[in-house]
């Protein structure tokens, strides 16, 4: 393995010259600015001359300048620091070294596994709160003429809302809001009038500026929604104002899918492995216009406590338009508060009753949907009412 450098005027251009020179499977390993220009630092893997490359990497220590170390440099790190910026090796114990790094990954291992169990068990928790609910709620309704009250007219949508995920309670209040009218039409005005009164909306991407951290459960979209939100701000405000941190996730290829959808959108991209080097590294990005920063999904749920000293950070929730009312739910479990609520891999067949349940009568706004992981695909102000809208005409297709 052997790293190069590459400089061009902007991100795209240098992933360009990247993919001519070494191909495909070229791994970028730092993505910043340097002079005006986009500097990369690419890993390639280079079976001649692979030897040589190695023994070329070592460092001189202070008491022998003149003689090379027998011992390889061992930290990927290091190798970086000393073959690209030419600086010494302040560790003069490699195996010390290699041993607290292994314990430090042994401990992040540890506790990313006990958050990821704590998660699932609350997942179990909140479906078991909302089956009661709707037990407890069926067995109050047992005497209710239900559907009877509503006109004959009016009847093929209740039971075709029956056949949805909404909730016993949201369908009881609707039942008893159209009760008197007469058609379909009225009454699909209406339902939607009573739950869009219990929503709000944001244009998220109208004023979007600052410092902003996203959460949501693993593989729900975070990582490409964000990306997407700074290609199109990228675009408004300039590429060298935007900026992507990736938060304490060490998943396998979590680090690498940042930094290429970085290299794509062509901003920068950092790693923070704690708070206090996220503080830093926000330190560090005061002077750009926006900041996005992508967590871990196993630690979804802790992030709404996290806070940065002398950092107003905005925190939102990206959850996915199929994802269920307990999964959801849960992250309002403690009062939680976001600043908006995004919705990715949405389409207008996929019904949304679930995120309508979890959501009524709480304060966080609908802001954006993202429809697929393509970067072309242009990002979504969501609205409420034309959610609603478009969830029962699609039910009326069933309609007879």
């Given amino acids: 393995m052997e790293l190069q450098r590459v400089l061009a005027k902007d991100s795209r251009a240098a992933m360009d010259q ?22 990369l630092i690419v890993a390639v893997d280079l079976k001649s001359g692979a030897d040589e490359a190695l023994e070329e990497i070592q460092v001189q220590t202070k008491n022998s300048s003149h003689k090379r170390m027998t011992a390889p440099i061992t930290s990927f790190d290091e190798v970086m620091e000393s073959k690209i910026f030419a600086t010494e090796d302040v560790n003069k114990d490699n195996e010390n070294s290699i041993e607290d790094l ?21 997942l179990v928790k909140s479906e078991l709160s909302i089956m009661r609910r709707e037990i407890l709620l069926a067995q ?14 009016v009847q093929p949508l209740i039971k075709a809302l029956s056949e949805t995920s909404i909730s016993l309670s949201l369908k009881t209040l609707i039942t008893s809001v159209i009760s ?5 039409e009225d009454a699909i005005e209406k339902i939607t009038e009573i739950v869009s009164a219990n929503f709000e909306s944001v244009e998220l991407l109208e004023n979007m500026s600052g410092y902003h951290l996203f959460a949501g459960s693993p593989g729900v979209g975070k990582t490409s ?22 938060l304490r996730d060490n998943r396998i290829g979590a680090w690498n899918q940042i930094q290429l959808l970085s290299g794509q959108v062509g901003v920068e991209s950092y790693k923070a492995n704690n708070e206090e080097s996220l503080k830093i590294i ?11 920063i992508d967590t871990s999904g196993a630690e979804s749920l802790f992030v709404n406590s996290l806070k940065v000293q002398n950092i107003d950070l905005k925190k939102h929730l990206i959850i996915s338009a199929d994802c269920s009312e307990a999964a959801i739910a849960r992250y309002f479990e403690n009062n939680e508060t976001w600043n908006s609520l995004l919705i990715s891999k949405y389409s207008e067949t996929v019904s949304v009753w679930p995120v309508i349940n979890a ?29 609603v809208v478009k969830n029962l005409k699609n039910m009326q297709l069933s309609l007879v």
């Fill in 359 to 387: 959501l009524m009568n709480k304060s966080t706004p609908l802001s954006i949907a993202n429809e697929n992981v393509d970067l072309q695909t242009p990002l979504k102000n969501l609205k409420i009412r034309d959610l």
């Fill in 140 to 153: 109050q309704l047992t005497t209710w003429p239900g559907i009877e009250v509503v006109s004959h007219k």
């Fill in 225 to 246: 929604m964000i990306a997407k939100l700074a290609l199109t701000k990228a675009a408004e405000i300039g590429e060298a104002n935007v900026a992507i941190v990736s």
């Fill in 282 to 292: 926000l330190q560090e990005l005061s002077n750009k216009k926006l900041v996005l």
């Fill in 102 to 122: 292994e314990n430090d990954n042994s401990k992040n291992i540890e506790e990313a596994e006990m958050r990821e169990a704590k998660e699932i068990v609350s």
């Fill in 180 to 184: 008197d009218t007469t058609n379909i």
């Fill in 18 to 39: 990247v993919h001519k020179l070494y191909g495909q499977d070229a791994l970028v390993i730092s993505n910043k600015r340097a002079k005006n220009k986009t500097e």
